[in-house]
């Protein structure tokens, strides 16, 4: 049975930073394609970055590059999201999902098969 479970949410101050990990189990993770996206209120979901499964391309979304790092750890099969310069348009549930065995573009949920619960990530001004 594959479990996505995302942590590292919380209430975070605007220009502050933030790490959300995600474990992935009952999958060979180090074979996985691995994403991020995240939904606001009232928001359709989002693309906020992707990282092969070997760990060589990462992908972002234009409005996180050069503050949020994507990153993994096999051996902990286990995903990070590092948030640098945290903005109020941050604040949202945060998804990680584990990718399809050949993605096509990675900003698609649509390339994903397995989804945790999500982490709320609140900014505070």
């Known amino acids: 049975q594959v479990r996505v479970r995302e942590s590292g949410g919380g209430l975070v101050q605007t220009g502050g930073s933030l790490r959300l990990s995600c474990e992935a189990s009952?999958?060979?993770?180090?074979?996985?394609?691995m994403g991020w996206f995240r939904q606001a209120p009232g928001k359709e979901r989002e693309f906020v970055a992707a990282?092969?499964?070997?760990?060589?391309?990462?992908s972002y979304a234009d409005s996180v590059k050069g503050r949020f790092t994507i990153s993994r750890d096999d051996a902990k099969k286990t995903v990070y999201l590092q948030m640098y310069m945290v903005k109020s348009v941050d604040a949202a549930v945060y998804y990680c999902?584990?990718?399809?065995?050949?993605?096509?573009?990675?900003?698609?949920?649509?390339?994903?098969?397995?989804w945790g619960q999500g982490t709320q990530v609140t900014v505070s001004s």
């Open positions: 999902a584990v990718g399809r065995l050949y993605i096509i573009d990675y900003r698609q949920a649509s390339q994903y098969d397995y």
């Open positions: 990282i092969s499964a070997s760990g060589i391309t990462k």
């Open positions: 009952g999958l060979t993770f180090s074979t996985k394609d």
